[in-house]
């Protein structure tokens, strides 16, 4: 079936296991959560849930229900976590899978309340405190205070945490809301609340902030060695996970002052030799980077021509000798010294690395690599083959 791949993008589930153990390592003395939203961050949920389980890890959290679903299907035991709204319809369905669910409002601890019924045995809430993100969360005061009580005393229930998240707006106030937090935790231990685990640090905070690890961290981009190049991530030896590549398709040569693409907004300023390349922002790039991105052909820098269509792109070539229809294109590299690394394309594109891998489209297949193997995944079918299709990739 994998007779030619076009674009794809190659995963290295050897650089992510060592990632997990070296995160295990770091965090030895605390529970660790680990975060699979969005796909793993674009690497596919399922199977780095299924790395995780053979790592001994227990504890996950996803953004939604039907995230949750998808690993529930795997393994029946694990706690997994949905850290955002459940609808009011489906909270039995969260409940006869034995999905834990983020309380963060009185309104959505009344829906949960109203939908238990005896004998559902231990139904798991970890209960949300906004601290100023202002996203989702109890307000720190004396209503949300009662609210809670309430609800730690209903025997129906087991509250296994209380949680918030920094802003990571800058020290002093990631401070700010850290001190908030321990002072509405007072305010509760006061009211006489048996006060279950606390957690605020996710994969930056874990490793900026020691004194913000409480009992547990959620880790999610240390997962794929995404890592910020600062003194705090020196001693973390991370690994990194994925590589993304396409396929020059057709190569023309083009007069100046022709124009390129939609609408014309690149001219060639001068005559210029440019590539058709089998991607586009469909597959889950920035289409804003046509102005000034670029991708590697032949380990040169091609920069894009005119505007980036749905499935397809032009670079511009003239410099790049032998380009042919075939040659393989490496669109990014998540190995911050790589020409196209995420966190350059991240800083071009004027958001963060995690935006970017997470657009990376269901449509675009996984090749895998694990222990000298190589294996495909296509996203859109779940099929799975051992890797002989892709004679261009050769390991780099």
């Known amino acids: 079936m994998y007779d030619d791949l076009d674009t ?17 390592n770091k965090f030895h003395n605390l529970d660790i959560m680990f975060v699979l939203k969005a796909d793993a961050y674009g690497h596919k949920a399922t199977e780095i849930y299924k790395l995780l389980l053979s790592e001994g890890a227990d504890k996950f959290a996803v953004a939604n229900l039907s ?4 690993l529930r299907k795997i393994d029946g035991t694990a706690e997994i976590l949905v850290l955002g709204r459940i609808a009011p319809a489906n909270i039995r369905t969260v409940i006869e ?3 834990s669910m983020t309380v963060y409002s009185k309104e959505c601890w009344e829906n949960i309340l109203s939908r238990i019924y005896p004998g559902d045995g231990n139904i798991r809430l970890h209960i949300k405190i906004n601290t100023g993100f202002n996203r989702l969360g109890f307000n720190t005061g004396h209503d949300s205070v009662e609210a809670i009580k309430n609800m730690m ?6 509250v296994e945490s209380i949680y918030s998240h920094f802003a990571l707006a800058d020290y002093e106030r990631d401070r700010e809301q850290f001190d908030r937090f321990n ?17 605020m640090a996710d994969s930056i905070t874990a490793v900026d902030y ?3 690890r409480m009992d547990m961290v959620r880790i999610g981009a240390l997962i794929y060695g995404l890592k910020a190049d600062r003194e705090s991530y020196k001693n973390f030896d991370l690994r990194y996970s994925m590589k993304l590549y396409s396929t020059v398709t057709q190569v023309r040569s083009i007069s100046r002052g022709e124009g390129v693409s939609y609408d014309y907004f690149f001219k060639a300023e001068k005559d210029m030799k440019i590539a058709a390349l089998a991607f586009g922002y469909a597959d889950g790039y920035p289409r804003q980077l046509w102005k000034n991105g670029y991708v590697l052909i032949k380990n040169k820098k091609a920069y894009f021509t005119g505007l980036m269509c749905m499935d397809q792109c ?10 042919k229809p075939g040659d393989k294109v490496c669109i990014y590299d998540t190995d911050t010294d790589s020409q196209v690394s995420l966190a350059s394309i991240a800083i071009m594109a004027g958001t963060n690395k995690n935006n970017i891998i997470s657009l990376l489209s269901r449509r675009v297949p996984r090749v895998y690599l694990s222990d000298g193997k190589k294996y495909i995944i296509n996203q859109l079918t779940g099929e799975e083959g051992f890797y002989e299709a892709c004679n261009r990739y050769n390991g780099s």
């Open 183 to 199: 002072s509405f935790i007072r305010e509760l231990k006061e009211k006489g609340i048996k006060v279950p685990k606390m957690h």
């Open 8 to 24: 794809y993008a190659v995963i290295d589930l050897d650089a992510i296991r060592h990632n997990v153990r070296e995160i295990k």
């Open 67 to 70: 995230e949750a679903l998808e």
């Open 97 to 99: 899978n034995g999905i």
């Open 153 to 158: 005393e209903c025997s129906m229930v087991s």
């Open 314 to 323: 032009m670079v511009d070539v003239t410099d790049i000798e032998e380009v």
């Open 210 to 212: 020691p004194w913000a």
